[in-house]
């Protein structure tokens, strides 16, 4: 499914489809980067993994000292510059997330949000323990994925890119709460708290999952020094 962004939903495409997200979605998409927002301090060094076309890298550079944004995509990284022209404090790296080029401990923060920890589908807790990997002790992971509450909302909006053709026709027959499926072969998929709580049990960090807005289920992880 990786695939699936990188050939058909990379820069512009991938910029409609948050462009056809109805009003509820888009507060939904704002309260998740203002939550990330708030873990962030102004000296931090930050990495987003699946920036795409660097949506939101511009509001986490005005926060950090200096953020990291990855993606498999060149036409997104490409495009990217183009979102961030005028912003200095970043670099763009085309990068697998659950192979990531970087040191133990090298972070502050690590985002991956707008659930892609399933969007990625790679093995998630390859991809939870990278994360924890490149960020230092007392640091913080943050990773999304959407609220049961907000199945209703985000089938909506799933309807209206499926609409824009920007993803192939919705099957109702397999597409069930939690999981949406086209007819092109995409699926979209979700985590919730259990799924979390299972994947992160045995990591050496303080684990946290809270419900932001009704709509986004954040997994905080601050790793503990060995």
């Known amino acids: 499914m990786s ?3 990188l050939h058909k ?13 109805p009003p509820r979605v888009r507060q939904y998409l704002e309260a ?4 990330v927002l708030e ?12 920036c795409g076309y660097g949506r939101i890298l511009p509001k986490l550079a005005h926060k950090a000292g200096w953020v990291i944004g990855i993606d498999t995509s060149v036409p997104s990284l490409k495009f990217a510059l183009q979102t961030l022209d005028g912003i200095r404090n970043y670099s763009l790296s085309q990068m697998d997330a659950g192979k990531l080029g970087f040191r133990d401990g090298a972070f502050d923060c690590v985002a991956c949000i707008q659930n892609e ?5 790679i093995n998630k807790r390859t991809l939870i323990n990278e994360c924890v990997r490149v960020t230092r002790a007392g640091g913080i992971v943050l990773l999304s994925s959407y609220s ?3 199945w209703e909302e985000r089938l909506k909006w799933f309807e209206l890119q499926s609409k824009d053709g920007l993803l192939g026709a919705i099957d109702y027959n397999r597409t069930k709460k939690g999981t949406i499926v ?8 979700t985590l919730d708290a259990e799924g979390f709580q299972a994947l992160t049990a045995s990591l050496k960090a303080h684990v946290r999952v809270v419900e932001v807005d009704e709509s986004s ?3 905080e992880i601050e790793p503990l020094s060995d």
């Not at 086209?182 to 998929?189: E, M, N, Q, V």
Request: charged residues 25%.
């Open 32 to 35: 998740e980067v203002n939550h």
């Open 3 to 5: 695939e699936y962004y």
């Open 117 to 121: 920890i399933s969007a990625f589908h």
């Open 182 to 189: 086209c007819r092109d072969g995409f699926t979209a998929t």
């Open 148 to 150: 049961d509450k907000f």
């Open 9 to 21: 939903l990379s820069a512009l495409r991938l910029k409609r489809v948050y462009e056809v997200a």
């Open 39 to 50: 873990k962030i301090h102004s000296s931090d060094l930050v990495v987003e993994l699946g």
């Open 217 to 219: 289920l954040f997994c």
